[in-house]
């Protein structure tokens, strides 16, 4: 992408002093990217100047993890959070793959731990296991198979069993509850994001505004999603606004979602409601020319949990994509 490009994707949301302010330290990234052979991958969440400044590959968790195991470079910087570059981890084992900030962790990843795992396989035997690419290495390698905002119901359908373990996102599953005829057996994890959002913000908006269409993610509690016009992962978010030719269009999601979107849909007026994700947010242009330089903060895996986890990724890219992952 040439400056003048990039410029006016910034000028949406960036005064003029903090776009020149921003632009040498983009531009330095991009250096470094070539000199180290280095993809960096970017998430929808990622604020604008690291998503559209210095991100070679940007979309959802499901397409990033793609990207991930594809890739030649020899490293991998992955923007977004820690879960995430975990994922690349488990997928391109013999890379380097950095994050910017090893703090940048998720609700959902935190709400459960292999132990919670292995209790549940012994209360349900037999029972398989879905679980959120939302959490950690350690309980991707307790799973059967991952899933993600875009494929959940495809996976869970996938599976011969009557009754599936669904972790660890409780509204997740209660979405996915209303697409398959299994019964899902629950943990009440939550993303700290998605859950503050009521559907009486739903309400008032579409009080104030014609031409409306709502797009909320999978996330949020069911009486939510069923306000809306449409759920889906972030990328499928963005494709639906492609789709539709409302005026106004309520994302009800993290905050930089739009904030990234407002460029490519100029003819379109973003109604402005948002949640912030702390985690999300750790990922700034600083942090990502650090860990460029300095080649840090490298994502370690014992060998016997990338083994077993990438076992559940490879299932999941094989049923979304259908072929080896
Ligand atoms: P997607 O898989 O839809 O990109 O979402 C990831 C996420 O963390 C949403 O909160
Ligand atoms: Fe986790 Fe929610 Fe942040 Fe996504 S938005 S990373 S699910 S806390």
Same mark, same amino acid.
Request: with cysteine; hydrophobic share 40%.
């Given at each position: 992408?040439?400056?003048?490009?990039?410029?006016?994707?910034?000028?949406?949301?960036?005064?003029?002093?903090?776009?020149?302010?921003?632009?040498?330290?983009?531009?330095?990234?991009?250096?470094?990217?070539?000199?180290?052979?280095?993809?960096?991958?970017g998430h929808n969440y990622m604020t604008p100047?690291v998503f559209?400044?210095?991100?070679?590959?940007?979309?959802d968790s499901?397409?990033?993890?793609?990207?991930?195991?594809?890739?030649?470079?020899?490293?991998?910087?992955?923007?977004g959070v820690?879960?995430m570059?975990?994922?690349?981890?488990?997928?391109?084992?013999?890379?380097?793959?950095?994050?910017?900030?090893?703090?940048a962790?998720c609700s959902l990843?935190? #709400?459960?731990?292999?132990?919670?795992?292995?209790?549940?396989?012994?209360?349900?035997?037999?029972?398989?296991?879905?679980?959120?690419?939302n959490?950690?290495?350690?309980?991707?390698?307790?799973?059967?198979?991952?899933?993600?905002s875009?494929?959940?119901?495809?996976?869970?359908?996938?599976?011969?069993?009557?009754?599936?373990?669904?972790?660890?996102?409780?509204?997740?599953?209660?979405?996915?509850?209303?697409?398959?005829?299994?019964?899902?057996?629950?943990?009440?994890?939550?993303c700290m994001v998605h859950e503050l959002y009521?559907?009486?913000?739903?309400?008032?908006?579409?009080?104030?505004?014609?031409?409306?269409?709502?797009i909320s993610h999978p996330e949020c509690?069911?009486?939510?999603?069923?306000?809306?016009?449409?759920?889906?992962s972030t990328s499928?978010m963005s494709?639906?606004?492609?789709? #539709?030719?409302?005026?106004?269009?309520?994302l009800i999601t993290e905050c930089s979602m739009g904030d990234n979107l407002?460029?490519?849909?100029?003819?379109?007026?973003f109604?402005s409601t948002c949640q912030t994700c702390p985690h999300m947010k750790k990922i700034?242009?600083?942090?990502?020319?650090?860990?460029?330089?300095?080649?840090?903060?490298?994502?370690?895996?014992?060998?016997?949990?990338?083994?077993?986890?990438?076992?559940?990724?490879?299932?999941?890219?094989?049923?979304?994509?259908?072929?080896?992952?």
């Open positions: 992408m040439d400056n003048q490009d990039l410029i006016q994707k910034l000028q949406t949301v960036y005064f003029p002093d903090e776009i020149e302010r921003k632009l040498p330290l983009i531009e330095e990234i991009n250096r470094l990217k070539k000199e180290k052979n280095a993809l960096v991958l100047d559209h400044g210095v991100s070679d590959i940007m979309g499901l397409y990033l993890s793609k990207v991930a195991s594809e890739t030649d470079a020899d490293i991998i910087l992955f923007n820690h879960f570059a975990e994922t690349a981890k488990i997928l391109s084992p013999q890379k380097k793959v950095l994050i910017g900030d090893l703090s962790g990843a935190e #709400s459960i731990n292999r132990a919670d795992v292995i209790a549940l396989k012994k209360q349900y035997p037999g029972v398989p296991v879905v679980t959120y690419v959490c950690s290495a350690e309980v991707k390698a307790e799973t059967d198979i991952c899933c993600t875009a494929n959940a119901a495809q996976i869970v359908n996938s599976l011969e069993s009557d009754q599936v373990i669904f972790l660890p996102d409780e509204y997740l599953a209660s979405n996915v509850q209303k697409e398959t005829k299994k019964k899902l057996i629950t943990h009440p994890g939550r009521k559907k009486e913000d739903i309400d008032l908006a579409r009080k104030q505004f014609d031409d409306l269409v709502v509690k069911d009486d939510v999603v069923d306000a809306s016009d449409f759920a889906g499928e494709n639906f606004i492609g789709k #539709s030719e409302a005026k106004n269009v309520m407002r460029s490519k849909f100029p003819d379109r007026h109604v700034t242009l600083e942090k990502v020319r650090d860990a460029l330089l300095k080649e840090q903060f490298e994502i370690h895996l014992d060998d016997e949990v990338i083994s077993k986890a990438q076992l559940s990724v490879r299932r999941m890219l094989e049923v979304s994509y259908g072929k080896k992952g």
